[in-house]
């Protein structure tokens, strides 16, 4: 009789390694975890597979990668702090096209700038204060990610939140949590935005002094420099700004799902058997739709970045002399076409960022859904003969 | 109506007296009285009608007894069996659960209430969230009652044996299980509570036929073994005459005829209940061509407007005047055979 045996390829092997290590560490720290959640850990690697078969979905996560690669150690790997010009050390210095190599002179001020002398190249060209494009987009990474994640994650938590409520209630919490949704949805959301993140900026500069350990600690995820900390301010207000804007759209989608899925037995089943509302929200519901959410949630990422872009390109947002994809563009376009490095280089990254968090999202959005992950089942499966079988 | 003692409310003592000949020398543990539950019809702007799901109905449940509901589609079972575990508002009307009426019942009250009272559905696809495993399952209705054993997994691996399934089964999902598995699990969890009452809403009814008489012999057993009380809902008449004690047959929210299961089922008095019952099929076909066959005309009207008078009256084949006019009220027309017809007289 013929029988079934997973056809793996190394991804798989890989993904099969992580999880399995994964299992046997929760097994140290909570004996009997293993043969508990069995089942779960066989849904992973299913849904591992089920990535590892999509090309798409690989190319994206390799981008994502990348990117949050350079996100983290950026600000450790740039060449020159983001607000280094280099100038006045030498004067083919501003707007170097790539490759440019300057001498730096053996001088006080440049030295005190944290340059070395002898030879700089400039990788992918320089501004119009002379400073180093290459670092200045390791730096604007971290930017972006750092919004795009705090602006996602609280707007998102948001929505859910209110998605959740107004689904599983229904009636008038429904009606007065939807019109407020739908109030906030007919206001276009950039121009909201702008004028929050217009308004914002003195109130938090005030905040701040008033508070310098908050300046602190975001200008240390930032990677910004003590000096440039009132500069964070903007960017704070833009992050708050599109908190405002950003959870409507979840609030939409999570209530959709979740009148859909209360309609199962299951959450009547636990009301007859007395579990709270908060429990059935928490425990069947949100489990129950949370797989397409997240593949939204991924793509959004991609989007919060763009719209932060956008946000800065209009002269909201970074401020001078903060580095972020978006400014760079704007002040780089006054250049334009001569400069054309300091438009094109930046809007490579923020297109292939976005770019990969949209396949990501993609191939995710598959992997969550438990009828794709089956059929995929198949293809990894294969039929051989009982012997071959007992050899693998 | 010895029963009844001082701790009752009056009013309890009122419904109890009420429907004590129901069932005589049967001790209640559920009771039903003028129960009603209206689901509003909404138009654009306001209600426009309603439908009427459960239209004035009262009966009792006795104590480690079963009560067959049995009905068309429409007729208001489910709804009725949803009504008395609270899991719906009943727009009028009372229940009384051990004497004391549930429809007010409130958090610790009404917790203590859903520990005594569960409900097994008819949907065993549906009825277990794909994303827990059986031990969650049934530790989920552990923890909210706060009955945690010291040794669960004992604990959950007693009751699954008990529902008939084993050991090897507690860590595993609901979609890796069979129909009728999943409906012991469904039992299972029930169970776990060590409730007295249950509402098997039509249990069998998504299983195969011999999967069917597994899981109605496993439900009898744990019956006798657990002293539980059933109301037993379906409309598939074989299944209710083997599991019931008692019968309800239930037209568009009322209930027609309420007696024995082995007096109804021998000797319908109702006319609706007469052509219900003549609809079952009989395999032997001698036997099916010396029974009078009765014609099923018309279908059930509907529940937002139901006929004036009797609401049987348009299908029924004995309709007369007074059956048009006035509403027929449950009489008793033999000892403890209930009906509401004017053909009886009480």
């Known amino acids: 009789m013929p029988e079934y045996v997973y056809v793996k390829n190394p991804l798989d092997k890989l993904s099969d390694a992580i999880i399995d290590a994964y299992a046997s560490f929760m097994d140290k720290v909570k004996p009997g975890w293993k043969s508990k959640n069995r089942g779960r850990i066989e849904e ?46 030498d004067l083919k210095a501003r707007l170097a096209p790539p490759g440019t190599v300057i001498t730096i002179p053996h001088k006080d001020y440049c030295i005190r700038m944290g340059v070395h002398p002898g030879k700089f190249k400039f990788l992918l060209g320089s501004d119009n204060y002379g400073r180093d494009l290459w670092s200045r987009i390791l730096y604007g990474a971290r930017t972006s990610l750092l919004v795009s994640i705090l602006v996602v994650s609280i707007g998102s938590g948001i929505g859910i939140i209110l998605g ?50 908050i300046a602190e600690i975001l200008g240390y995820l930032f990677a910004v420099k003590r000096i440039d900390y009132p500069a964070l301010a903007s960017l704070l207000s833009v992050i708050i700004a599109l908190w405002a804007v950003w959870w409507p759209g979840y609030t939409r989608l999570v209530r959709g799902s979740a009148l ?14 007395g579990v709270s509302d908060l429990s059935i929200m928490l425990k069947h519901i949100l489990p129950n739709m949370i797989g397409p959410i997240l593949a939204y949630i991924t793509m959004d990422l991609g989007g919060a970045i763009l719209t932060e872009a956008a946000l800065s390109f209009l002269g909201l947002g970074a401020v001078p002399p903060l580095a972020d994809w978006g400014r760079i563009i704007y002040d780089g376009s006054q250049y334009f076409p001569y400069a054309w490095w300091l438009v094109a280089f930046p809007t490579l990254f923020i297109f292939l960022t976005v770019f990969g968090f949209n396949l990501l999202g993609d191939a995710l959005r598959d992997a969550f859904d438990p009828r794709t992950r089956r059929s995929i089942e198949f293809k990894v499966k294969k039929i051989v003969a009982k012997e071959e079988a007992q050899e693998a | 109506m010895a029963l009844v003692s001082e701790q009752y409310s009056g009013e309890y003592m009122e419904a109890a007296n009420a429907l004590s000949r129901l069932f005589p020398g049967e001790e209640p543990l559920v009771i039903a009285y003028h129960l009603k539950k209206y689901f509003p019809v909404r138009g654009i702007f306001r209600v426009v009608g309603y439908v009427r799901a459960v239209d004035d109905v009262s009966f009792m449940i006795p104590k480690g007894k079963t009560l067959g509901l049995v009905g068309e589609s429409g007729s208001g079972k489910t709804t009725v069996g949803r009504l008395l575990l609270k899991l719906i508002e009943p727009t009028g009307g009372k229940i009384y659960f051990e004497g004391r009426d549930i429809t007010k019942l409130r958090g610790k009250r009404l917790k203590e209430f859903r520990k005594k009272a569960q409900m097994v559905f008819q949907d065993p696809y549906g009825s277990l969230d794909p994303r827990q495993t059986v031990y969650d399952i049934i530790m989920e209705a552990l923890k909210v009652h706060h009955m945690v054993p010291d040794d669960p997994y004992s604990y ?116 609706y209940a007469q052509m219900l019952l003549a609809s079952i099929p009989i395999p032997d076909p001698e036997l099916a ?52 017809c004017w053909l009886y007289k009480a």
């Not at chain 1, 009636?171 to 906030?184: P, S």
């Not at chain 1, 859909?260 to 058997?273: G, M, P, Q």
């Open chain 1, 164 to 213: 959740l409520i107004s689904g599983y209630y229904g009636g008038i919490v429904d009606e007065v949590i939807m019109r407020i949704t739908d109030m906030f949805l007919a206001f276009p959301g950039l121009i909201l935005a702008m004028a929050l993140s217009a308004t914002l900026p003195y109130a938090i500069q005030g905040w701040f002094k008033r508070h310098m350990e």
């Open chain 1, 260 to 273: 859909s899925v209360r309609e199962n037995t299951y959450v009547e089943a636990a009301k007859a058997l």
């Open chain 2, 156 to 271: 959950i691996v007693k009751l699954l044996e008990e529902v008939g399934l084993n050991e090897t089964h507690v860590y595993r999902y609901p979609h890796e299980f069979s129909g009728g598995q999943r409906q012991r699990i469904a039992i299972a969890r029930a169970l776990a509570v060590n409730p007295e009452f249950l509402v098997l809403d039509e249990p069998t009814s998504a299983l195969d036929v011999s999967v069917q008489a597994q899981i109605l012999n496993l439900l009898k057993e744990l019956q006798r073994s657990r002293n539980l009380t059933y109301l037993f809902i379906s409309h598939d008449l074989g299944v209710v005459r083997y599991m019931s004690d008692y019968i309800a047959v239930m037209y568009v929210g009322k209930i027609v005829e309420l007696g024995p299961a082995e007096e109804v089922f021998e000797k319908p008095l109702h006319p």
């Open chain 2, 289 to 340: 061509k010396r029974k009078p066959a009765i014609k099923v005309i018309g279908e059930p009207p509907s529940p937002i407007n139901p006929p004036p008078g009797c609401r049987f009256h348009p299908r029924c084949p004995k309709a007369f005047d007074r059956c048009r006019r006035e509403e027929p009220p449950l009489v008793e027309v033999e000892t403890n055979h209930w009906v509401a």
């Open chain 1, 44 to 89: 992973w690697k299913l849904m591992f597979y089920t990535l590892n078969r999509s090309p798409l979905g690989i190319a994206g996560a390799v981008l994502v990668a990348f990117f949050i690669f350079l996100a983290i150690f950026g600000p450790y790997l740039a060449p020159l702090s983001y607000r280094t010009g280099l100038v006045l050390c």
